[in-house]
């Protein structure tokens, strides 16, 4: 496609409940990143991943927390069990490559409302 | 660990020029970006430093420091259009580290 895509754009939910989040990244582009961005914080990494190498989750806050990706296509992230802190909104971004220089391209995130 | 830190808001009046200034402490360093995020939107790339000094791009600036930890970007004859929140980022291995961001609001 011609951006990085992500969905849904709004998600509310209860508090307890499961949820996925999608990203499409930019086709060819074999770096995928997840970011979480709180109300008035910076954006904060989450997971990596590049082509077939084991991801780096080093971000991820809770065990309740994993993502996926197969190949160089769709991304998921997955919250279980959603607590009210998990609100903010979940950002995606791709490169072409992950060495120096390359830039990363954001979708435009979804917002999650844990109720 | 990273420490990256920007103003959290900045006024400025249409056609006048507003400087960002960004100060970081990071284990590693392969670089810094500068990103634009409209509200409700993606952030957009806006430019990327990774020796000293100025590199230049329209209306926009952007210059780094490496022995001082600090780069600014610069916006020059401000639209209306460029009220929007700036980001910091700071490039490790493959991470960026973002600051808050600062938020511009631009005035007629």
């Known amino acids: 496609g011609a951006g990085v895509s992500q969905s849904p754009s709004n998600k509310v939910t209860e508090k307890g409940k499961d949820v996925e989040l999608r990203c499409d990244p930019i086709s060819g582009h074999t770096a995928l990143y997840w970011y979480r961005q709180r109300l008035g914080q910076g954006l904060e990494f989450l997971i990596y991943?590049?082509?077939?190498?084991?991801?780096?989750k080093s971000g991820l806050p809770s065990d309740r927390f994993s993502a996926e990706r197969t190949g160089e296509s769709v991304s998921t992230l997955t919250i279980q069990r959603t607590q009210q802190e998990d609100s903010a909104v979940y950002l995606c971004?791709?490169?072409?490559?992950?060495?120096?220089?390359?830039?990363?391209?954001f979708g435009a995130g979804t917002r999650l409302s844990v109720l | 660990g990273q420490n990256i830190d920007q103003p959290t808001e900045m006024t400025a009046t249409e056609g006048a020029i507003v400087q960002i200034n960004c100060t970081y402490q990071?284990?590693?360093?392969?670089?810094l970006f500068w990103y634009q995020q409209h509200a409700g939107e993606a952030p957009t790339f806006l430019s990327y430093n990774v020796l000293d000094g100025l590199e230049e791009k329209g209306r926009f600036s952007s210059f780094l420091s490496r022995s001082k930890g600090y780069s600014y970007l610069l916006l020059k004859e401000l639209q209306m259009k460029d009220s929007a929140s700036y980001l910091c980022a700071v490039k490790g291995d493959y991470k960026l580290s973002f600051g808050a961001g600062t938020t511009v609001t631009v005035r007629a």
């Open positions: 990071t284990s590693g360093f392969n670089g």
């Open positions: 971004a791709s490169s072409s490559l992950p060495g120096q220089g390359n830039i990363q391209y």
């Open positions: 991943f590049q082509g077939n190498s084991a991801p780096d």
